[in-house]
Structure formats: C-alpha cells, structure tokens
C-alpha cells in the first residue's frame, strides 16, 4: 500500500477514494502502529500550516446578517474513517479526558504552552464541555465531524458535538474539507453553517457576530431577522440577534 500520507489526505479531502481503498487505508492504520503514528504526524502538520493561512476576521466589508434555513450535508465515509482511526491512536498513546471513545468530540493538535491552561495537551482528547483560553493563547483543535479550528483568546466556547460548538465569546478560524460540511457555529446573535469552506467568526464583542469567508459557503441564520442570504468567499458579515 502507498504510504504517501499527504496524498491520502488530498485525496480524503476531495472524496477520491474506493470503499476498497478505505477499507484498505483503516486496516494499515488500525495495526501499524508505525504507519499509524506516520499518518497522524502528516494530518497534524497539514492542520497546523491550513490554520497559520486564516486571516483577521475584521479585515473583510460587513453587512447586515439575513436568514438562510438550510440542510446539513452527510460526510462521506472517509471522513469517518479518518476520526475512527484518530480516535483509536489518541485513546492509545494520549491523555484521555473523555469517558469512552465514544464521547471523544475533539483532539487538541496544536496548546502555546507559553499561555494555555496546564490542562491542555497536544494529542489530548475532549468530550461535551466548556473550553476556556487566556487573552494571547492560541489552540488548534481537530473535531471528530472533520473539522479543523485555530482558536485565539481570551475564548469561551463550548463543544457541543462531533461537527457543532458555541461561541461566547472570542476568535475561531475554521476550516472545514468536503467531507466535513455541515460544521456549525452557534453563538448569541445566530448560526453559522460551513458548506465546505474556510472563515473566521468572532463573538462577544457586544456589537454582533462578526464573520469573513476566506474560501467557499457558509449559510448564516441570524436570531433577529427572516430574510434569506448566503455568505460567499471574500464577503464578512455581522449578524445581530
């Protein structure tokens, strides 16, 4: 089998795979710790240069947020595969905060030892629960729904889900491949749904929601209006409740 990590992440990302092909891939990575560890090593650089690219989330033109009701997208199975095999490596070799890895809803990638809580680890595993980052403290987190955050304090956040957090308060850059459309923010003045993009929300400012796509769709609902309107690449918005 080709071990060639970074092309099997491309071709996860764009949804390029045989189930034979899959079943192939979770085999290696399920009983080769080797190849298991090698994967995982790519996946966290691929995570941690992706997330350096996102920009300042005020520096876009902001509009007045509008309602848009949408559907969620299923992920492909290799998505899934890619959590399970996470899932099983983590639980293994690193710090488990969840009760089962059925629980398990987060991995931390990236902690600045220099200003994140102790508690925080890379490679540690969170389940449902509150997450808290001083002001200057930077955090990357890998969602089992396939998402990848680059969170900025100070953060008050919340994980909600496999594919779904609440935002108090704070800066997260998102970034959300094919397989994990469907990734939501929530926050007080409204939703943000990813369709298979990049974007940086704020919260917590006292003056909205604040919200620039870097690259694709994100469906937005705000609390306090009924009209309808997508966020495409290259606009920013603010929603109000």
């Known amino acids: 089998m080709d071990k060639n990590w970074q092309a099997w992440i491309e071709r996860f990302e764009s949804g390029e795979i045989s189930p034979e092909e899959l079943a192939e891939f979770e085999s290696l990575i399920k009983f080769d710790p080797a190849a ?12 941690s240069l992706e997330a350096n690219q996102l920009p300042d989330p005020m520096g ?22 890619l959590i399970a095999a996470g899932s099983f490596f983590f639980a293994r070799y690193a710090r488990f905060d969840a009760e089962s890895s059925s629980d398990v809803l987060a991995t931390v990638t990236e ?8 508690n925080y680890r890379i490679g540690q595993l969170l389940g449902n629960g509150e997450v808290h980052l001083a002001d200057g403290a930077e955090m990357g987190l890998a969602m089992r729904g396939g998402a990848r955050l680059q969170l900025r304090g100070p953060i008050e956040m919340t994980i909600d889900g496999p594919d779904r957090i609440r935002l108090i308060k704070g800066r997260v850059s998102a ?27 704020a919260a917590g400012t006292g003056h909205g929601t604040e ?6 769709l994100v469906d937005a609902i705000s609390d306090g209006d009924q009209d309808n309107q997508g966020l495409h690449q290259r606009l920013g918005m603010r929603l109000f409740c």
Request: proline content about 3%; glycine content about 8%; aromatic content about 10%.
């Open 36 to 47: 298991r560890e090698a994967f995982f090593n790519e996946m966290m650089t691929t995570v």
């Open 60 to 81: 876009g033109r902001l509009y007045k947020m509008k309602r848009l009701l949408t559907h969620r997208s299923m992920a492909i199975a290799a998505g899934l595969v």
């Open 111 to 118: 902690a600045d030892s220099d200003h994140a809580p102790d």
């Open 175 to 201: 970034y959300a491949p094919a397989y994990a459309r469907g990734f939501t923010i929530a926050t007080a003045d409204g939703t943000l749904i990813d369709r298979g993009t990049r974007f940086v929300a």
């Open 211 to 216: 919200v620039h796509v870097l690259e694709g």
